[in-house]
């Protein structure tokens, strides 16, 4: 069964200091791998994902993330915080096979991201 | 236009009361998608529906019972509330059932029950 971590439920970055977020995967194979971003009282909204081919993805708002098969990992970065950066982050994952007729996809804990001025 | 949208985005009731949750999407999408985020933003499947066929069904209660009525609507009936059920629901929807799809969430339902 495929399963996601994300180390840290809270990071504080100042602003315009690089944004790590970390995110550990376990699946029989490579899964196709999302980060979502929920900004306070709203539905969640994409920022990148991986599903074949490049390994570092590039995102929306200067985001990107770089799948590691070697460390089952899929850390998402940003070189420079922003303001407008505070916000939940979630690591999803999902398996590429079907599973009962259908696949699902199983996501973080989430990460809570302060940006100080 | 808004892409998915729910209907209400509070709801305020007492337990042992019957609510349901709207959802409708403006994508095209095939599939649609209900989420339970609890108090620590843990984020859990619940259903999903395929051109009005479920498709995944995960271990939830019986008072909670889905309907999808065509491919751009997706309900969700809750019967006896109880306090656990007290969480914020997202509806989302995505061009296939396949899970590389970005899947496109709505605003969200925050329920309390008292």
């Known amino acids: 069964a495929q399963s996601v971590t994300q180390l840290g439920s809270h990071v504080s970055v100042s602003e315009g200091a690089l944004v790590l977020l970390r995110c550990n995967y376990s699946?029989?194979?490579?899964?196709?791998l999302f980060w979502y971003v929920q900004y306070p009282n709203q539905g969640l909204q994409l920022l990148l994902k991986?599903?074949?081919?490049?390994?570092l993805v590039k995102g929306i708002n200067g985001f990107e993330a770089e799948f590691k098969k070697s460390e089952t990992s899929f850390h998402l970065t940003k070189p420079s915080a922003h303001m407008s950066d505070a916000a939940e982050y979630f690591c999803?994952?999902?398996?590429?096979?079907?599973?009962?007729?259908?696949?699902?996809?199983?996501f973080g804990t989430g990460t809570k991201l302060q940006v100080i001025p | 236009d808004t892409a998915v949208s729910q209907t209400p985005k509070y709801l305020v009731t007492q337990m042992g009361n019957d609510k349901s949750i709207k959802c409708e999407q403006n994508?095209?999408?095939?599939?649609m998608y209900w989420y339970k985020q609890d108090s620590k933003k843990f984020l859990k499947i619940m259903f999903s529906?395929?051109?009005?066929?479920?498709?995944i069904n995960e271990t939830v209660p019986n008072r909670f019972s889905p309907k999808s009525p065509d491919k751009a609507h997706l309900n969700l009936h809750i019967n006896s509330l109880e306090l656990g059920d007290s969480a914020v629901y997202f509806c989302?929807?995505?061009?296939?059932?396949?899970?590389?799809?970005?899947?496109?969430f709505g605003p969200g339902t925050r329920l309390t029950v008292l």
């Open positions: 989302a929807s995505s061009p296939t059932r396949d899970s590389y799809n970005e899947q496109f």
């Open positions: 999803a994952v999902s398996d590429r096979s079907y599973s009962g007729g259908y696949q699902k996809v199983t």
């Open positions: 991986y599903t074949t081919g490049a390994t």
């Open positions: 699946s029989s194979v490579p899964p196709y």
């Open positions: 994508l095209g999408h095939d599939t």
């Open positions: 529906y395929n051109n009005k066929e479920l498709i």
